[in-house]
Every structure is written in structure tokens, then in C-alpha cells.
């Protein structure tokens, strides 16, 4: 039985595709519908922050400006995405931020949530481009503890 499903989105179209099939079997079971959107981790190199010129206050602030930006892009990707799934039949839709590794955050929240089955897109890079960029979606399928559905 599928009670929750949990779909990743950073509205690309690979994602929305992923969103559509998603609300599709949430319909189908009649099941709760988890929307997460994850923001990168952008790690600064430790030679940049040497820099005389930039002081640590100016780094600080640069960094708490870059964080509530991409807060804010976050809850509208979840906000749009909720209002997608809504207009086409989920009925029971939750969403939340995760922040990191994309796929070591949403595998952490498919545990947490014990979660049936996760869903994401994929942009189809190949056997190639995808293992030398390290694909998400290859990462999630090959640790999740539950069934995945990669939507191409």
C-alpha cells in the first residue's frame, strides 16, 4: 500500500514531470503527498575567505543575503508546486526544505517520514555525463530504502 509519496522539485522541467506523475499515484492511493525542495549547500573556497579584503563581517552578511534569497526562491518552487498538485486532484499535499546534498537530503526526509515511495526527474545526461556530474536522481535510487520512480 502507498500512503505517502515524496517528490523532489526545483521546478525544472525534469521535476515538474516528476510532480505530475507523483499527484497521479497520490490520486490513485489516495495518498499523502510530500513536495520537498532542497537548497545547495555552496561551499566558499578556504582561499576566498583569506582574501584581506574581505572581512568577516562582509562575508557574514554576504552569506545570510544568500541564504534568505534562496529561502525565499525555495518557498515559492514549494509554493507553485503545491498549487499544481492541488489543481490537478491532490488532496493531501505537505511540503517542506530540506538544505545540503539534494539527495542526501531527500533521502534523509523520505526516512524521517517513512515515506512509500519517492519520485524525482531526471534530465537524462547518460551512463557518462551522469556518474563524472553525479546524478541525483543515481544517487537516490541506489541508497533509498523504499521504491523510487525516476520520471524522464
Known amino acids: 500500500m502507498i500512503n505517502r509519496i515524496l517528490v523532489a522539485t526545483d521546478a525544472s522541467e525534469a ?24 537548497i545547495r549547500d555552496m561551499q566558499i573556497p578556504f582561499e576566498i575567505k583569506e582574501i584581506p579584503e574581505l572581512e568577516s563581517n562582509k ?25 499544481k498538485a ?4 491532490a488532496s ?10 539534494p539527495a542526501t537530503s531527500i533521502l534523509g526526509f523520505a526516512k524521517r517520514r ?10 537524462g545526461l547518460g551512463k557518462l555525463k551522469g556518474t563524472i556530474l553525479g546524478s541525483v536522481s543515481r544517487k537516490i535510487t541506489n541508497n533509498a530504502e523504499t521504491s523510487c520512480l525516476i520520471v524522464r
Open 86 to 89: 492541488e489543481k490537478a486532484g
Open 59 to 83: 562575508f557574514d552578511a554576504f552569506n545570510d543575503a544568500r541564504e534568505e534569497v534562496m529561502r525565499k526562491i525555495a518557498e515559492s518552487v514549494l509554493r507553485l508546486a503545491r498549487e
Open 15 to 38: 521535476s515538474n514531470r516528476a510532480l505530475e506523475m507523483a499527484v497521479k499515484f497520490a490520486e490513485l492511493h489516495k495518498a499523502e503527498l510530500l513536495i520537498v525542495h532542497v
Open 92 to 101: 493531501n499535499v505537505q511540503t517542506a526544505i530540506g538544505t545540503g546534498d
Open 114 to 123: 517513512k515515506v512509500d515511495m519517492i519520485v524525482v526527474g531526471t534530465r
